[in-house]
Nanobody, 120 residues
Framework: QVQLVESGGGLVQPGGSLRLSCAAS????????MTWYRRAPGREREPVAT????????NYADSVKGRFTITKDTVKNTVYLQMNNLKPDDTAVYYC?????????????WGQGTQVTVSS
């Protein structure tokens, strides 16, 4: 029943912006650390941004610092990734992920992803 559904991807020119959304259900969102990952062709999955349970602490990959901002809305059970000054190297499938305690075991979950393409 855990579900993470990403949306907001698309085609954008270099220097442009996109805002990704991840709608969460089936777990206690307000107590969960959420992470945005991305996977580019020929690359391993890479964490790009993380936000704490309270939303007061965030971490970013060096490659996106100053350009990406992660936020969360505990009322809507949604985490966002605002991406500014996009570069061709940002082209990837972006995934929302977390870990969930089920039957005494911590398990990772992620959505199906949303494609971001940065190109002229």
């Amino acid at each position: 029943q855990v579900q993470l559904v990403e949306s907001g991807g698309g085609l954008v020119q270099p220097g442009g912006s996109l805002r990704l959304s991840c709608a969460a259900s089936g777990f206690t969102f307000s107590n969960s650390t959420m992470t945005w990952y991305r996977r580019a062709p020929g690359r391993e999955r890479e964490p790009v941004a993380t936000i704490s349970q309270t939303g007061r602490s965030t971490n970013y990959a060096d490659s996106v610092k100053g350009r990406f901002t992660i936020t969360k809305d505990t009322v809507k059970n949604t985490v966002y990734l605002q991406m500014n000054n996009l570069k061709p190297d940002d082209t990837a499938v972006y995934y929302c992920g977390t870990v969930v305690l089920q039957a005494g075991t911590w398990s990772p979950f992620w959505g199906q992803g949303t494609q971001v393409t940065v190109s002229s």
